[in-house]
């Protein structure tokens, strides 16, 4: 499936802003996914991003040796630490089972934590471990944004999967 055709399948389903009921989400997407300002190139690290300004953590968690990345955040948000306990851990893209283990530890360990995917349509085993994802007890609520994917496990809240053009 071409990318152009899955990009347009996905923005049939999705919806915007006026088909979200839930306040946590709405808010997040009307304050947080479209605000103006555009922070880089890639539409999966602007999100991102986004996703940082809106939930202002104080800790995230960036995978191993991406330097590049990580002066990126340290110059748009100097006051981040990269020290445990994690307030929002990036993976940027979805690549291995043993993924899935260290998500569920982290959503036992912070259950008020997040987690961005970036690029969970990179490919077809990106795509499959996101699906999976979803299927999981941990993941209370998520937002597919098509370049990239958010994961909360709030247990008091209700099961749900959003899927959001932006």
Known sequence: MSDTFSYLKFCFKATNQHGIHSPFIYRFVTEGLYIKHKYCRSKSLNIFFKCI????P???????GNELLKNKVKKEFPSLSFEEPFDIKYYGTL???SQILAMENYAKQQPNGIIYIGDIRKNKT???????LLLTDFVTVSVDMYFGGLLFFHKTQAHE???IRI
Not at 53 to 56: I, Q
Not at 58 to 64: F, H, M, P, T
């Open 53 to 56: 300004n809106y939930f202002k």
């Open 58 to 64: 104080n800790n995230i968690a960036l995978e191993e």
């Open 95 to 97: 690549i291995a089972e």
């Open 126 to 132: 990106s795509k499959e471990f996101w699906d999976k």
């Open 161 to 163: 999967h959003f899927k």
